[in-house]
């Protein structure tokens, strides 16, 4: 059986090369640019009570919950620094993103474990995993890659909780690092997060090793 290895080599480390050769200012095409986005962009489904639902959302990698706190205070401290006019704010953010997330050091901070996600419509997926957390997220590269995980939705939203949660702040000082944090903390509290485990791996790849085989997981890394 093949390992899972090869999803993380697509979904991380791809992903990491393209936000080092924008930080570097190296030229890349649109449509590069526009591709490197798919390990970016799952489609969530899920089943509940809104009916069985598909949606692409954004999703990124976290750094293991030791680490957590740490990190985003260093966030913080930059999302603290924004200023209209300072035309450095999202270069910088990208810095400390490789530093923080993308580097090889940081590579062994990673929990690869999960995924985490914002809810930005609290619509049919919002009310599904609500009552469901069974999930499955689809990616695809055309013209072939294709991956298929499997893993339940946990939903951290403090408007319902009424206490703090670190994954929901994490998750959107992650966006405002490079993105414009135009809507401060108030937005983040509109903007639950997903925190999708990990349960199974599929290559649904149209290759000779894909078309649903499932991938061994955990794996070495």
Not at 97 to 121: C, H, N, P, V
Not at 140 to 162: A, N, R
Not at 174 to 181: A, F, G, L, R, S
Request: one cysteine or more; glycine letters at 6%; charged letters at 25%.
């Amino acid at each position: 059986m093949a390992t899972a290895k090869k999803f993380f080599d697509w979904a991380f480390d791809s992903r990491a090369k393209t936000v080092m050769k924008i930080y570097n200012g190296e030229q890349m095409s649109m449509e590069k640019m526009f591709i490197s986005f798919c390990s970016h962009e799952p489609a969530f489904v899920s089943y509940g009570p809104a009916g069985l639902n598909a949606s692409v959302k954004g999703v990124g990698f976290l750094p293991k919950d030791e680490y957590l706190e740490q990190t985003l205070e260093i966030y913080l401290k930059h999302i603290a620094t924004f200023d209209p006019e300072d035309k450095t704010y999202s270069q910088r953010g990208l810095g400390i993103l490789i530093e923080q997330m993308y580097s090889d050091e940081a590579r062994k901070r990673i929990d690869f474990t999960k995924l985490g996600s914002l809810e930005l419509a609290k619509k049919q997926s919002y009310i599904n995993y609500q009552q469901n957390k069974e999930a499955a997220l689809i990616f695809h590269q055309p013209p072939m890659i294709s991956f298929k995980l499997k893993g339940e939705v946990e939903i951290y939203d403090e408007k319902t909780s009424g206490k703090r949660e670190i994954y929901q702040q994490f998750i959107n000082a992650q966006h405002d690092m490079y993105h414009t944090p135009s809507g401060g903390r108030e937005l983040w509290l509109e903007q639950p997060a997903y925190i999708f485990r990990i349960r199974e791996i599929y290559d649904n790849s149209a290759t000779k090793d894909g078309f649903g085989a499932r991938l061994d997981y955990p794996c070495e890394l």
